[in-house]
């Protein structure tokens, strides 16, 4: 058995063992579409749901691993069911605000509310 921190860490789904704790203790790491903590043991066979710089990734464990290994080595060990990423034209279609532009007013943080779905 194999603590969840240290097998999305060792797959490289998380840069670092702590921030892969971190994002457990979030609750952006689900074990069988339930939250997890950072001990929580992982299985052969389990679904493992993480929330990863704005995607989510969707994996099936196929071999347990505890230390971290390379690249190529890393991805025989889960079996990627994610969803596509959102294409190119829709990223673009989202508004940005400029870099340094301050703080938004009261409309646009109504605006960005409502695309944001609140």
Request: with cysteine.
């Amino acid at each position: 058995m194999t603590r969840i921190d240290a097998w999305v860490w060792a797959v490289r789904l998380y840069k670092t063992r702590s921030a892969a704790a971190d994002a457990c203790r979030a609750g952006h790491v689900k074990v069988n579409d339930v939250s997890v903590k950072p001990a929580q043991t992982v299985a052969v066979g389990d679904r493992v749901r993480a929330w990863v710089h704005h995607r989510e990734y969707v994996v099936e464990v196929t071999e347990l691993v505890s230390k971290r290994v390379g690249a190529p080595r890393a991805r025989q060990c889960y079996v990627d069911h994610s969803p596509p990423p959102p294409s190119k034209e829709i990223l673009a279609s989202i508004p940005r605000r400029d870099r340094g532009a301050g703080r938004p007013t009261k409309r646009e943080r109504r605006q960005i509310d409502q695309l944001r779905g609140r």
